[in-house]
């Protein structure tokens, strides 16, 4: 199983990146995935999650009408547009599998129904 996300940069407030997060070696269509971040200094913070079919998404509130998520099962491909982007957005970003029931019950997701990890890539918001 790998995840390698990628296309974190520096960027300036109020600008967009697209991170994405290349998925192998297991049946990514058969899994909802999800993106968590970890700011520096700071725990991890669950940021968004989709369907495995990309039906239904979900975001943490801070982000919610800047960042959207996405997925492309024939690529093997999840992404995260994210616009408008705040210097509180600065953090490593993670993609992960999620294997924990479908809503979750509570506001967010727990980190421990997150199976596979990959790297990360870091998104630096700064002028």
């Known amino acids: 199983v790998q995840l390698v996300e990628s296309g974190g940069v520096l960027v300036q407030p109020g600008g967009s990146l697209r991170l994405s997060c290349a998925a192998s070696?297991?049946?990514?269509?058969?899994?909802?995935m999800g993106w968590v971040r970890q700011a520096p200094g700071k725990g991890l913070e669950w940021v968004s999650s989709?369907?495995?079919?990309?039906?239904?998404?979900y975001y943490v509130d801070s982000v919610k009408g800047r960042f959207t998520i996405s997925r492309d099962n024939d690529k093997n491909t999840m992404y995260l547009q994210m616009n408008s982007l705040q210097s509180e957005d600065t953090a490593l970003y993670y993609c992960?599998?999620?294997?924990?029931?479908?809503?979750?019950?509570?506001?967010?997701?727990?980190?421990?129904?997150?199976?596979?990890w990959g790297q990360g890539t870091q998104v630096t918001v700064s002028s």
């Open positions: 992960a599998t999620y294997q924990g029931p479908w809503p979750w019950p509570g506001s967010r997701p727990s980190f421990a129904d997150f199976g596979y």
């Open positions: 070696g297991f049946t990514f269509r058969r899994y909802h």
């Open positions: 989709i369907s495995s079919d990309g039906s239904s998404t």
